[in-house]
């Protein structure tokens, strides 16, 4: 045995991550750690209401010299920040074109449906001026309520929230790695984006070295742990495997791997929590007063985000059936010839960047570089025609086929093979004129499809000539 009985180990004593920790200790943390915030907790306060983001401040300000906010999560979240303020009004600008689309909608079923059963003139006029009277009433309350949701974000000459952080974080922001320690600390996220060893692996659908952005945040917060020599609290709304150690479906802490990889360079605990989770901590630790339709707008915000994320990765999530997104507007041609346009875009593309910079060129009503992002993934890649990896899109054997030679009865099967529910609404409607197969796949869409998707595929199947 040779010494080895008696030497005083416990059971945990090197396997430090298979212990769960307790509640004084997480209370020890908040008092006494360094409290790191995500990026998306910073860039989610122009998601949440008023209420919710004093109190979110009133807690991380409580915090004081703990709270410590990573240099690369500053990096990120100014590099967002235009894009944060402008989902404020593009996201009630965009419901409120759905409804009016709606409106329209409406009207014009009401229209067709009184035409067939000879509706009298009076009572036609009856029913639209009802549907319009409605409508109009959803929209002016919506427009009100999004003035005022503006109003408590950016005031006349100022950002509200970004003064409002600044104050908070002042003093409290870490500095840059050395540039060679950067590239070093980049090589490393990357490395381990493709190994798939947490944290941030998840991200290999972001482009270039932004896929690296989570092993910078990790980086240097384990720096400031380990300089500081207590324990790290870091807030998150990533709700990914590549954080979190998960046991049938159930979030159980950090992922284990994080664990000992804190444990081993700085020697202390590593704790997990949600924006949910903390502000439900704080009331208790910290001695603020935390008000509970504050702790539900951060849940509802943190499942919006969860959603946004598993809506990006669905493909993998489905075995190989994939999502299908609208083809641009206003760009001519039919879509098998909009296609073919994609496709020597990507040809003749350096890189996934050069490729959205034509994109965008091509099809100016998409603005945005996230929707640039969306769109052309969820046609091109789901159609099976590009590969997208970090900052690279290439064309596979079936999108370099369709390049050389378009076929629009290759596009046909690739729609009918490779689109979740392409099949099953093809042959709901195959003995429906257009206004009933539209109401069909309103009232019955396959499972798993919304209407809105169901009416999307309706109208791909209808462009490819697949419901003649």
Not at 306 to 311: D, K, N, Q, S, T
Not at 358 to 365: E, H, I, N, W, Y
Not at 411 to 440: F, H, P, T, Y
Request: with cysteine.
């Amino acid at each position: 045995m040779n010494g080895e009985v008696g030497t005083g180990r416990n059971l945990f004593d090197g396997f430090e991550e298979y212990r769960s920790p307790t509640q004084e200790e997480y209370r020890s943390a908040l008092l006494g750690g360094v409290i790191v915030p995500d990026t998306n907790v910073l860039r989610n306060l122009y998601r949440y209401n008023a209420r919710t983001r004093q109190d979110l401040f009133a807690a991380l300000g409580k915090l004081e010299d703990r709270l410590w906010v990573p240099h690369q999560v500053v990096l990120e979240f100014m590099e967002g920040l235009d894009s944060a303020r402008r989902d404020i009004e593009e996201d009630g600008q965009k419901v409120l074109k759905d409804l009016r689309s709606q409106r329209y909608e409406a009207g014009k079923a009401l229209r067709e449906w009184a035409n067939r059963v000879d509706l009298p003139k009076m009572k036609l006029e009856t029913f639209d001026k009802r549907i319009t009277e409605g409508f109009n009433r959803v929209i002016e309350d919506i427009e009100t309520f999004a003035s005022e949701e503006r109003r408590g974000v950016q005031g006349s000459s100022s950002d509200q929230v970004l003064d409002a952080l600044e104050k908070l974080v002042r003093g409290r922001v870490g500095g840059p790695l050395p540039p060679d320690e950067h590239s070093a600390a980049v090589e490393e996220g990357m490395r381990r984006v493709v190994e798939k060893i947490p944290p941030g692996y998840k991200d290999n659908r972001k482009s270039g070295h932004r896929a690296a952005g989570d092993y910078l945040v990790w980086k240097q917060a384990i720096m400031e742990a380990s300089r500081r020599q207590c324990p790290l609290v870091l807030i998150t709304a990533d709700q990914k495997e590549d954080w979190w150690h998960e046991e049938r479906g159930q979030k159980r802490g950090p992922r284990r791997e994080l664990i000992r990889e804190l444990r081993g360079t700085a020697g202390v605990q590593l704790f997990l929590k949600s924006p949910k989770a903390f502000l439900e901590d704080a009331k208790n630790y910290l001695a603020v007063e935390i008000s509970t339709q504050s702790v539900e707008d951060v849940q509802r915000v943190d499942v919006s985000v969860a959603l946004e994320f598993l809506r990006a990765d669905e493909a993998t999530r489905t075995g190989g059936r994939y999502g299908l997104e609208k083809m641009p507007e206003g760009s001519g041609g039919d879509y098998a010839e909009r296609v073919s346009e994609m496709t020597q875009l990507v040809s003749s593309a350096t890189s996934y960047e050069d490729f959205l910079d034509a994109f965008q060129q091509r099809f100016p009503s998409i603005t945005r570089r996230d929707e640039a992002r969306r769109r052309s993934r969820g046609i091109l890649e789901s159609l099976g025609f590009v590969s997208i990896a970090g900052d690279s899109i290439v064309l596979t054997d079936a999108g370099r086929q369709y390049l050389d030679e378009p076929s629009l009865g290759q596009l046909q099967e690739c729609l009918l093979r490779r689109i979740r529910g392409a099949v099953e609404i093809k042959e709901m409607v195959s003995a429906l004129d257009v206004g009933e197969s539209q109401e069909a796949v309103i009232e019955r869409p396959p499972a798993g499809i919304s209407s809105t998707q169901a009416l999307r595929i309706l109208k791909w199947l209808d462009q490819l000539q697949l419901l003649k």
